[in-house]
Structure formats: C-alpha cells, structure tokens
Nanobody, 114 residues
Framework: QVQLVESGGGLVQAGGSLRLSCVAS????????MGWYRQAPGKQRELVAV???????TYADSVKGRFTISRDNANNTVYLQMNSLKPEDTAVYYC????????WGQGSQVTVSS
C-alpha cells in the first residue's frame, strides 16, 4: 500500500506559477514511476508528467516547456512546478504512484483565471 498526500493547489492568474507537492508513505525510489495527472470538468483524466525510477521524464505536449516534474528521494516527495499557467490548465491534479498497482492522491484543485 502507498498513501499519497498532495498540497500546493490554488487560484492563480494566467501567466502565474504554482508548485504541487506529493508526499508518499514509502520510499519513492522503489516506485516504478511517479507522475501527475489532471481532470478538467467533463473531461477524462489525462497524463501531465511522469518520472521513472531512472529519472526519465515524459510530458504531455500541452505542458512541455512550462511544467517540470522532479523528485526528492530523501523526503519521498515529487513536485510539479507549473509556470506560464493558462486557463486551460484549470483542473483537479492527481499524484500517481506505480508500485505493482496504481495509487492516487486525493487531488488538488488548480484554477487559472484569465
């Protein structure tokens, strides 16, 4: 079992920045991958960014160059730095851990006003 606790969401104006944090209940270095997904109203949940155990990162085309995923193994924390935010980035953001199964955080609301 893996528990994930997220923080850092909120309301920001277009062009602003936010950083999401996700603290895991066990050593994240042992995870196969960790990532961030988001779900906007009326839409399916979609991948935003993922980082593997080896440090390889993958981003959705819509966030490339604006978002950065990183991890702090010593503190079992994964971050999502979001810059140049756009109204279309508004969604609930979920932390995900892959460790023989999928585990999800509780979700953090990110709202970007125009």
């Amino acid at each position: 079992q893996v528990q994930l606790v997220e923080s850092g969401g909120g309301l920001v104006q277009a062009g602003g920045s936010l950083r999401l944090s996700c603290v895991a209940s066990r050593n994240i270095f042992s995870m196969h991958a960790m990532g961030w997904y988001r779900q906007a109203p009326g839409k399916q949940r979609e991948l935003v960014a993922v980082i593997t155990t080896g440090g390889t990162t993958t981003y959705a085309d819509s966030v490339k160059g604006r978002f950065t995923i990183s991890r702090d193994n010593a503190n079992n924390t994964v971050y999502l730095q979001m810059n140049s935010l756009k109204p279309e980035d508004t969604a609930v953001y979920y932390c995900n851990a892959k460790y023989y199964a999928n585990y999800w955080g509780q979700g953090s609301q990110v709202t970007v006003s125009s």
